[in-house]
Structures are given as C-alpha cells and as structure tokens.
C-alpha cells in the first residue's frame, strides 16, 4: 500500500511541475502597459535569453485647455512625452520572475495654461535602478510589480536662466504584459 501511496505522489508531483513549468522565453516578444495606475505607458518587452530582457517605454499625456486666452496672453495646451529603454536580469523562468536591472526615460514636458511669456518645455533625463516580479497567469499573460530608485534630471532650458535640478525619486508601478 505505501509503496502505490509514494508512486501516485510522485506521479502527481512530476504532472504538477510539468503543468507550473515555463517554456523557453528566449526570443519571446511583449506588448504591454506600464505604470497602471497614474500615467500609462506602452511597454514593448523583448527577451533576448531566458534571463536577460530588453524594455522600450513610450508614453503621453495631454491636457487641451477648454477656453480661449484672455485678452493679452496665450493659451498653450499642455503635454508630456516620454521614451526610454530598460535592461533587465530575470533570476528565473518560473511563474514568479523576479528581475533586477537599469532604466533610463527622457521627457519632455510642456505646462498647460494663460501665459504673457510662454515658456519653454522642460526636459528631464530619469536614470535609475528598477527591480520587481512578473507573475505569469498564462504562459502568455503576465501581471506585475517594478520598484524604479533613481535620479531626476530636471532640464530648464528658460532664456535667459538655464539650470538643472537632480532628485532622487522613488515610485512603484503596476504592470500587465501580453506575449507572442
């Protein structure tokens, strides 16, 4: 009896595995959406090995004021676009993925409103550290979580006044990626 006992368990502990087991990611192609919660941007993953994937964000916010300008100022209609490129170490293929790895996001940023002087857009250069974990619904469905830590370059590029202002920022962002 316990010897049919130990063959149905570990009959069942191999189709278990084999069912949790992830293929090969290498060569595997994403679309996504990064940072669900505030400002979403369009994520295209690409894993160039098992452990090792390259990220490229795109992303854009509008904001068209309603109202034409009083008498003596310009309207400017705001935006903010962003572009950047990630590498990331993913320390295994299971269902959990936990990675670790570098990002760098360029912005340009112009503020909506009524303006004597319109001002130039800001640009700003985000470098960073970013680590988190990918949790694999499907073999194709991912959803996940990515810590960034890093430094915020603020460009001010006014006439006359040119500056820059480093931050430190941290922000959490939620994931959800599809793969082909």
């Known amino acids: 009896m316990k010897a049919k006992s130990l063959i149905v368990a570990v009959v069942l502990l191999l189709t278990g595995t084999s069912i949790f087991a992830q293929?090969?990611?290498?060569?595997?192609?994403?679309?996504?959406?990064?940072?669900?919660s505030s400002s979403p941007n369009l994520m295209f993953k690409y894993y160039a090995s098992?452990?090792?994937?390259?990220?490229?964000?795109v992303g854009a916010d509008l904001k068209f004021l309603?109202?034409?300008a009083p008498l003596g100022e310009t309207k400017v209609d705001g935006y903010n676009l962003r572009f950047g490129l990630a590498g990331s170490y993913h320390f295994n293929?299971?269902?959990?993925?936990?990675?670790?790895?570098?990002?760098?996001m360029y912005g340009i940023n112009q503020d909506a409103g009524y303006y004597v002087i319109e001002p130039d857009p800001k640009n700003s250069l985000k470098v960073g550290l970013?680590?988190?974990?990918?949790?694999f619904l499907f073999e194709k469905f991912s959803v996940g979580i990515k810590q960034n830590l890093g430094f915020d370059f603020q460009l001010s590029r006014d006439i006359p006044k040119e500056e820059t202002d480093v931050l430190m920022n941290t922000k959490t962002e939620l994931t959800?990626?599809?793969?082909?």
């Open 23 to 36: 293929s090969s990611r290498a060569g595997k192609f994403g679309v996504g959406i990064d940072n669900i």
């Open 50 to 57: 098992d452990n090792f994937s390259m990220d490229f964000i």
């Open 66 to 68: 309603g109202e034409d």
């Open 93 to 104: 293929v299971d269902k959990v993925s936990p990675y670790l790895g570098l990002q760098a």
């Open 130 to 135: 970013i680590f988190g974990a990918d949790y």
């Open 176 to 180: 959800a990626r599809f793969y082909f």
